[in-house]
């Protein structure tokens, strides 16, 4: 993957990344995620009839896989309650895991991927704004789909709004339905086990977590089957386009440092105070002071003036 190994290597910055600014980034990315997708909610007869459009594709596609599935979930509960399980909280729990585990263990791809996966997360929410999808499960009867969520939410925390918890379903958009990120986001998952995981398991993993939640989307009438492939796509165009998104917040960053770090340069642009005397590369001291281990420095010996009869004269050889 030559243009994965540009997204590591020469889009990364020089900083060295903190837990304290990372967990904040994130939680406002996707607070911010969370709060557009709510309140893109879209036309419901606009949403049905993209819903019923997408089905009549797929029928003649011959891709209609979700009836069979969602019957088969339907009528085997030791099937379609695993799923729902799977459906509610792997999406939230498998992602974050990953990306604590790059943070610790790969913090020199960690960047990369981290803005890989935010990239395509707001690609997809300008998806939900212009294709507000209705899911199978809230297609009328007649199109013989069950929502399984509803069907076995005695057994989770989940009520009939899909998987938000009981008495939230006010607080989520059920129409945000194209692309499926839950897809999106087992596909990123995957590919990052399979490069960093490092152990036959995790490539394993890589393989099973998006296939069987592709499967688990489909089969809850969670989502269609073309609704998985465009969060796939989603996750491609995020890729192809972290470099640039890097590259951008990189200079940002870099200007942000220079107007407000303190010693930097005034309202006219000329600096304030002395710059401090350089130790070692990014390593910065003020006069006097000693970085930790630091030996202090050897007084040399004043040199005393001889007279010119102290002055031994050199043997002959």
């Not at 060295?16 to 996707?30: A, G, Q």
């Not at 069979?68 to 939230?92: K, V």
């Not at 939900?128 to 009867?141: G, H, I, K, N, V």
């Not at 995981?197 to 939640?213: C, D, E, I, M, S």
Request: hydrophobic content about 45%; some cysteine.
């Amino acid at each position: 993957m030559p243009h994965a190994e540009t997204l590591s290597t020469e889009a990364a910055p020089r900083t060295r990344l903190r837990w304290w600014t990372e967990l904040p980034l994130i939680l406002l990315v996707y607070a911010c995620y969370s709060a557009g997708r709510l309140l893109v909610g879209g036309d419901v007869s606009k949403a049905v009839d993209h819903g019923l459009a997408i089905l009549k594709i797929e029928k003649a596609l011959h891709l209609n896989a979700e009836h069979p599935l969602n019957r088969l979930f339907t009528r085997e509960a030791w099937i379609g309650i695993p799923a729902d399980f799977w459906y509610a909280s792997l999406h939230y729990a498998v992602t974050p895991a990953i990306l604590i585990f790059l943070f610790r263990s790969r913090s020199r791809h960690y960047q990369a991927a981290r803005t890989w996966l935010m990239t395509s997360t707001f690609i997809g929410l300008i998806g939900f704004t212009l294709l507000p999808t209705c899911p199978p499960r809230l297609l009328a009867d007649g199109h013989g789909f069950v929502d399984t969520m509803a069907q076995y939410s005695s057994y989770g925390w989940w009520g009939g709004d899909a998987s938000a918890p009981k008495g939230l379903g006010g607080l989520t958009n059920q129409y945000a339905a194209m692309p499926s990120l839950h897809c999106g986001w087992a596909l990123w998952c995957g590919v990052i086990l399979w490069r960093f995981g490092g152990t036959r398991l995790t490539k394993v993993a890589a393989v099973v977590y998006p296939l069987v939640t592709t499967i688990v989307v489909m089969g809850t009438a969670n989502h269609y089957f073309l609704d998985a492939v465009a969060g796939a796509a989603v996750m491609g165009a995020g890729f192809l386009l972290t470099p640039y998104v890097m590259r951008v917040a990189n200079r940002v960053r870099v200007q942000l440092v220079a107007r407000f770090a303190p010693g930097a340069a005034g309202s006219g642009g000329t600096q304030t105070s002395a710059p401090a005397s350089i130790v070692s590369g990014g390593c910065q001291t003020s006069t006097g002071e000693r970085i930790p281990w630091q030996r202090e420095p050897r007084a040399e010996p004043s040199a005393a003036p001889q007279d010119a009869g102290d002055s031994a004269a050199a043997p002959a050889r």
